[in-house]
């Protein structure tokens, strides 16, 4: 495990920037590439002096931007027809798309900010911007605001976290040692992530009953 997260680690950094924007804006599509193995990774090498702090942040937001956008694109051309029919075969099944639709109605333009900041939805939110035809600049921008505000947690988890440690990638021991000295952040992101996680499945459980 640990020569696993050092060869990923090592791979970020051969990527840099253009590489945090490419996996985000994948991460921002259906492909599901978690932005938490992204970030962080980058941020720990912002904390080396290897990368930029803002600079990560930048390119995740960015990167997320570019890749909800293609979202939105795809969902304006082709109608909703079309991708309620085959998005199944594209990993965007009927009720992920009723989900981010029923989002999007309920909390408007705001609801894109929150859902940049929420698992599922995050991935989601761009396919109905596209089919209600939200204007483009508006959904961009304010994509862009809740990405920015995302990338930077999770940078600041990276950096703050991971990035005090900076032999641990040559010492399992090092790795071990700064887990567990420094987990309580950790513990404290992963249950606000599964909160926000239960959040948006009871959200979808009550939908269909309220359809």
């Known amino acids: 495990m ?67 956008a293609l979202c939105y694109a795809l969902t304006y051309t082709v109608g909703r027809a079309f991708v309620a029919r085959w998005g199944r075969y594209f990993l965007l099944p009927p009720d992920k798309l009723d989900l981010a639709e029923r989002w999007l109605a309920d909390y408007a333009v705001g609801g894109i900010f929150f859902a940049r900041l929420l698992p599922v939805l995050r991935h989601l939110i761009g396919f109905p911007a596209g089919l209600v035809r939200v204007p483009f600049a508006r959904f961009c921008a304010v994509t862009f605001v809740g990405s920015f505000v995302w990338s930077a947690i999770l940078a600041w988890v990276g950096s703050s976290v991971l990035g005090a440690h900076p032999d641990m990638l040559n010492n399992p021991d090092a790795m071990r040692a700064a887990l567990q000295h420094e987990l309580m952040p950790f513990v404290l992101f992963v249950v606000a992530m599964g909160v926000a996680f239960v959040f948006v499945k009871r959200y979808a459980s009550k939908a269909p009953a309220a359809a």
């Open 2 to 68: 640990h020569e696993l997260i050092r060869w990923w680690f090592e791979s970020v950094l051969e990527w840099g920037y253009v590489g945090v924007f490419v996996l985000m804006a994948i991460e921002s599509t259906i492909v599901p590439i978690p932005s938490e193995v992204i970030i962080p990774p980058a941020a720990y090498w912002a904390a080396q002096g290897k990368l930029s702090f803002w600079g990560v942040v930048l390119s995740g937001a960015a990167g997320s931007t570019f890749g909800s």
